[in-house]
T-cell receptor, first 110, second 116 residues
């Protein structure tokens, strides 16, 4: 499974609280991505990183921030969680061409 | 930006039949088209991919075809089996300003059900 882990795997939180999801890779890949998956929408890109401290926005970045201080870790932060951010979040890394996904984090915002 | 449309949204076939899923993309500069299979509660996993300089690729019962002129690509599964039941996603790699950073735009997904 391409050496990608995500933590936590499940989280329930309340509206207005900050939440940080972690993606960890052991493959030393340069590119990392955060997606959210919702029924009827497929996978939508939130943010991506092309190196340590190099990040940029995807198509659904409002309400999210990211940080990458080490090659192996890519953090996704919801500054103030809202119910619309209830979703399954997947991290991915890029090989030569292909993206490989982590196991996902199911986040519920009450 | 890139837009990828995937059809059908659901597909039901009998075991042994063929299944075809189609995707269209908007950006003629897109150059890489992977297909992912996602089983319930699992992560998406790559099953086959094709680059823009190739028209067709096969891997056992799975094949992908690409028509760059029409900007569409299709997944073909022959001799379907119940274990092929899953959600399938197509994707296209965006290219902007000469680079893509490997970003993918995904279709909305197709729920394939193979009945024994």
């Amino acid at each position: 499974d391409a050496g990608i882990t995500q933590s936590p795997r499940h989280k329930v939180t309340e509206t207005g609280t900050p939440v940080t999801l972690r993606c960890h890779q052991t493959e030393n890949h340069r590119y990392m991505y955060w997606y959210r998956q919702d029924p009827g929408h497929g996978l939508r890109l939130i943010h991506y990183s092309y190196g340590v401290k190099d990040t940029d926005k995807g198509e659904v970045s409002d309400g999210y921030s990211v940080s990458r201080s080490k090659t192996e870790d890519f953090l996704l932060t919801l500054e103030s969680a809202t119910s619309s951010q209830t979703s399954v979040y997947f991290c991915a890394i890029r090989g030569t061409d292909t993206q490989y996904f982590g196991p996902g984090t199911r986040l519920t915002v009450l | 930006g890139e837009n990828v449309e995937q059809h059908p949204s659901t597909l039901s076939v009998q075991e042994g039949d063929s299944a075809v899923i189609k995707c269209t993309y908007s950006d003629s500069a897109s150059n890489y088209f992977p297909w992912y299979k996602q089983e319930l509660g699992k992560r998406p996993q790559l099953i086959i991919d094709i680059r823009s300089n190739v028209g067709e690729k096969k891997d056992q019962r799975i094949a992908v075809t690409l028509n760059k002129t029409a900007k569409h690509f299709s997944l073909h599964i022959t001799e379907t089996q119940p274990e092929d039941s899953a959600v399938y996603f197509c994707a296209a790699r965006m290219v902007s300003g000469g680079t893509s950073y490997g970003k993918l735009t995904f279709g909305q997904g197709t729920i394939l059900t193979v009945h024994p």
